[in-house]
């Protein structure tokens, strides 16, 4: 049988939680932006930088986006998001080339994605910038991981950066303020459910 709560002694643990809460609040008192890395096998990467923009955007914040594995097939959150006059919105994906496996263009297709989000990096303007899928680019071979460490480590101290992508590198792992493992428990695609509009794409 449960035991009944003792009010006051909850009361009491209740307070000891709070004031050692409060004190560390208190103590995260230092003002700069903050890299979050996503990374993971499961759902729920992109969508959660999405939500952060969004949250940036309701604080009137300026804004930028730069998808670095994104086709041709339209998505709700370029739909949205790109319209809105604080985001600048650059979907990079188009040249990267799955099918012929060709080496050299892939490269250049990063690379140039790349030197635009290098750009927006370095712009003290941009409070909030989303790097989507940035980790295929090492797992490729595409980009050099300490080139892109360095320009996350360098950029204006306001700017809050979001990384996404499965199989993140350790070298973005440490150098990434907040990092969270999205873990894969089951997905409905490996039970035959097709993708769906506002929750895939
Ligand atoms: P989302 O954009 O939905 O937040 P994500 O960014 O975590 O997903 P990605 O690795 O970028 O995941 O994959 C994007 C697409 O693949 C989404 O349509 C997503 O629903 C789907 N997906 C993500 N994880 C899995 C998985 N474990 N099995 C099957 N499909 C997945
Ligand atoms: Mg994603």
Not at 133 to 140: A, I, K, P, S
Request: aromatic share 8%.
């Amino acid at each position: 049988m449960k035991k009944p709560v003792n009010s006051e002694k909850h009361q009491q643990r209740m307070s000891k939680v709070k004031e050692q809460i409060d004190k560390k609040i208190a103590q995260a008192d230092k003002e700069q932006g903050v890299s979050v890395l996503l990374t993971g096998n499961g759902k729920g990467k992109s969508s959660s930088a999405f939500g952060m923009l969004a949250r940036s955007l309701g604080y009137g914040h300026n804004c930028a986006v730069v998808q670095f594995i994104k086709g041709e097939w339209e998505c709700g959150e370029e739909l949205f998001f790109s319209q809105l006059p604080l985001v600048s919105y650059h979907a990079m994906g188009a040249g990267f080339t799955w099918e012929t496996q060709n080496l050299e263009k892939d490269k250049a297709a990063a690379e140039k994605a790349w030197s635009l989000a290098a750009t927006l990096l370095a712009d003290p303007k941009i409070n909030f910038l989303m790097l989507d899928e940035l980790t295929y680019m090492f797992t490729q071979g595409w980009l050099d991981l300490e080139k892109v460490t360095q320009a996350i480590l360098e950029r204006p101290a306001n700017m809050n950066l979001v990384i996404t992508g499965r199989g993140a590198p350790e070298g973005l792992i440490a150098a990434c303020d907040t990092v969270s493992e999205v873990k894969d428990i089951k997905h409905a695609f490996r039970n035959g459910i097709k993708a769906q509009r506002g929750i895939e794409f």
